[in-house]
């Protein structure tokens, strides 16, 4: 009776290695739907510490396959240049509600190396300007942001439009800006071609957005609701 269970048990475990699990990996934004090719160059995954694939510039659509179980880890860099690892552990039972599918974020930053936020030291009777151009071959075209100060309360002005910000508003100028600071110097060119510019008093920050990859300012305008 020992030795039927010792084969059995056996035989369970040579099954398990060999088991297959249908895999779905996506590479995706999570504040926009704008496409991530210009983002990450290679998607590595390793399987119990060992090189599984090597994917050179993916898609969203990353990979979809069988694979087996064990351990796996998805290393990539994302939109700000940082090494994005992320571990999961696949078993069988995941297949029995068709797979598993894993979403990697391209778009968020981890560690922010920013310090002294325009929008965080605004004072009264200041104001603090975003300016957003882009350049086409067929198209080009500006817009503006101000901020200003007033009996320490924060407003906004976008064209015609003038309203007191939430503290939702703020914390999207604080996004926008931290991120502006963080993004790495493009590798590449393109024919269309951003340029976003912050400034307060005397001072400013400026940065070329080949291809818009970024695409904050619009994101920014789509959080404070502005057209």
């Avoid at 951003?194 to 291809?211: A, D, H, T, V």
Wanted: hydrophobic share 35%; aromatic share 12%.
């Amino acid at each position: 009776m020992k030795k039927l269970y010792l084969i059995l048990l056996t035989f369970l475990l040579s099954l398990s290695s060999f088991s297959q699990i249908n895999l779905a990996v996506h590479l995706k934004r999570s504040q926009s739907e704008n496409d991530i090719t210009l983002i990450v160059d290679t998607l590595k995954i390793y399987k119990d510490n060992i090189i599984f694939k090597n994917i050179p510039n993916p898609d969203s659509f990353a990979l979809f396959e069988n694979v087996p179980n064990g351990d796996y880890k998805f290393c990539y860099n994302n939109l700000f240049g940082e090494k994005i690892e992320k571990t999961i552990t696949l078993i069988e039972t995941n297949n029995i509600l068709g797979g598993q599918e894993i979403d990697l974020y391209v778009d968020q930053l981890q560690n922010s190396k920013s310090k002294d936020l325009f929008i965080k030291t605004i004072r009264d009777n200041e104001t603090l300007t975003i300016n957003f151009k882009f350049y086409g071959c067929f198209n080009n075209g500006s817009d503006s942001i101000k901020v200003y100060k007033k009996n320490n309360q924060l407003f906004l002005k976008h064209k015609s439009k003038k309203r007191k910000l939430k503290e939702t508003d703020i914390n999207a100028i604080v996004k926008y800006e931290t991120e502006l600071r963080n993004l790495p110097k493009p590798d590449f060119i393109s024919t269309l071609s951003g340029f976003n510019e912050i400034s307060l008093n005397e001072e400013k920050f400026s940065y070329r957005e080949p291809s818009i990859f970024w695409n904050g300012y619009g994101i920014l305008k789509k959080s404070l609701k502005l057209k």
